[in-house]
């Protein structure tokens, strides 16, 4: 599956972006979409994540409350509301596909998109 992620902009603090994620080349519907984020000099690190069907989502303490993952299988995408955002919310956020029962771990995405970056301004 091929995956193009875009959205990313510079915004300011405690503004909102939505990232979109379209895939193409398999059946959406039979993975697990999630997004990762690479902040410079840091590892990449787990975001968010959604179930086949969209029933469970699973995120990173860190933007819980603030981030909100969704998918919409009939337009093969999944994206990524952020609100309240942070100035340690910058970085290049990417979007991976993963197989049955894939959750936070990067080895777990097989699919990956090419990254966009967020940059927020404080």
């Known amino acids: 599956v091929q995956l193009q992620a875009s959205g990313g902009g510079l915004v300011r603090t405690g503004d909102s972006l939505t990232l979109s994620c379209a895939a193409s080349?398999?059946?959406?519907?039979?993975?697990?979409m999630a997004w990762f984020r690479q902040a410079p000099g840091k590892e990449r690190e787990f975001v968010a994540a959604?179930?086949?069907?969209?029933?469970?989502?699973y995120y990173a303490d860190s933007v819980k409350g603030r981030f909100t993952i969704s998918r919409d299988n009939a337009k093969n995408t999944n994206y990524l509301q952020m609100d309240k955002l942070k100035p340690e919310d910058t970085a290049i956020y990417y979007c991976?596909?993963?197989?049955?029962?894939?959750?936070?771990?990067?080895?777990?995405?097989?699919?990956w998109g090419q990254g966009t970056q967020v940059t927020v301004s404080s």
């Open positions: 080349g398999r059946t959406f519907v039979n993975y697990v």
């Open positions: 959604i179930s086949w069907g969209g029933s469970s989502t």
């Open positions: 991976a596909a993963g197989g049955y029962g894939a959750t936070n771990h990067q080895g777990q995405y097989a699919y």
